[in-house]
């Protein structure tokens, strides 16, 4: 790191009112807590974590934890109707409720971030149980999505107050590299992507690191914007992308309509070896989406050398892009339940600390081929 941008970033820690330490967990609402849990194991390669049910005195739900190294997924079902995660099922479908962030200070967070305009969620409670005591606030951001903030450093359980260690000897599977969040993707709705970067930077103390405009972003058909946000010590880093006009419905237009309104389109994983680790999610039957082999034709001459062998990388349909500081690899899975919303990325970087706009064609072909075989194009 140059010393010009350590100071910058010693500066901005000094000043920032919402120090975040990464991603704590991202749970999703599912129809199913059971099946998905399973899912995240056997095909994702997280490891069975933590237990919470009417067993462990949680009267109105299920949730199931599963970890990969620094990820951790919460797994989480109604047990009746009249619930509010029923609706939020009953709505949207399968999808990702909360966004967790690890904080120092729960109580400052949430006290920093609503006094600056931010929706209360949660004011912060202390959980209690015999490994000592976790604080968790929240507030909303767009969509129905939430923020929580999670204060750990007096808790030595292993995830939360409330669970119970879930250890299944006969539940075991490998691990496929996936390492931690890179970043989380909202979708929101028509010209909404500003409001949500303002509510960013002045609530959270966010910062814009890059834009993509609809000339960026478009085929022949589908266009959108995209706007990077990103926290002062870049551990959380959340793209806005927002519809535009294009010939044809927009892909973001897609997720709105099935998904019901604004929420989380797709959650980055990184890896260390994506060749691997997308060998292995393949083995297991996660689908990626494909862009034609003509894409490898000229890839070095568009990316430069890389350090991978150009035959596993077309073979697996690994994406490439360079930028000022590096490259980076990635990949991304088609739609993870049926509705054609939420999906995953595996990424890979290499220098680059960008999101791999020189992919966006060949990648939005592939997408319009898939939203044209739903008909929704
Ligand atoms: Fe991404």
Not at 116 to 122: C, I, K, P, V
Not at 212 to 241: C, W
Not at 249 to 268: D, I, M, P, R, T
Request: with cysteine; proline share 3%; aromatic share 12%.
């Amino acid at each position: 790191m140059s010393t010009v941008v350590a100071e910058q970033l010693k500066q901005h820690a000094q000043t920032d009112f919402l120090p975040l330490m990464g991603t704590d967990y991202v749970e999703f609402y599912v129809g199913n807590a059971k099946q998905a849990a399973h899912y995240y194991v056997t095909a994702f390669g997280f490891q069975p974590l933590a237990y919470a049910g009417p067993e462990t005195g949680m009267k109105d739900r299920v949730s199931y934890a599963v970890r990969q190294n620094k990820l951790t997924f919460v797994l989480t079902t109604p047990l009746r109707s009249d619930n509010e995660i029923a609706d939020h099922v009953y709505k949207h479908g399968d999808g990702v409720k909360c966004l967790a962030l690890k904080v120092e200070d729960a109580s400052k967070a949430w006290q920093e971030t609503t006094t600056r305009g931010a929706q209360s969620y949660m004011e912060p409670v202390v959980l209690k149980d015999s490994q000592g005591e976790l604080v968790m606030s929240g507030i909303h951001t767009y969509g129905e999505v939430v923020h929580l903030f999670i204060e750990r450093k007096n808790y030595n359980g292993v995830f939360m107050p409330g669970y119970r260690v879930w250890n299944n000897p006969y539940f075991k599977t490998e691990e496929t590299g996936l390492l931690y969040v890179d970043h989380c993707v909202g979708n929101v709705g028509w010209n909404q992507m500003n409001r949500w970067v303002q509510f960013y930077e002045e609530v959270m103390g966010f910062r814009n690191i890059l834009s993509f405009d609809d000339k960026d972003i478009s085929t022949e058909y589908s266009a959108l914007m995209s706007k990077v946000m990103s926290n002062g010590n870049g551990y959380v880093k959340f793209p806005i992308n927002e519809p535009a006009e294009g010939k044809k419905k927009s892909q973001v237009e897609e997720f709105l309509e099935f998904y019901n309104g604004e929420g989380v389109q797709h959650v980055a994983m990184a890896t260390n070896d994506i060749v691997a680790t997308v060998t292995a999610l393949r083995n297991r039957g996660v689908e990626f989406l494909r862009v034609p082999t003509t894409y490898y034709d000229d890839l070095l001459e568009r990316v430069g050398t890389i350090d991978e062998d150009l035959e596993p990388l077309k073979e697996l349909g690994i994406l490439v892009d360079r930028d000022e500081e590096g490259y980076l690899l990635q990949l991304f899975s088609k739609p993870v339940q049926d509705r054609p919303t939420l999906f995953f990325e595996i990424i890979q970087r290499k220098g680059a600390k960008s999101f791999g706009k020189g992919n966006f064609k060949a990648l939005f072909e592939a997408i319009e081929r898939e939203q044209e075989a739903r008909g929704n194009l």
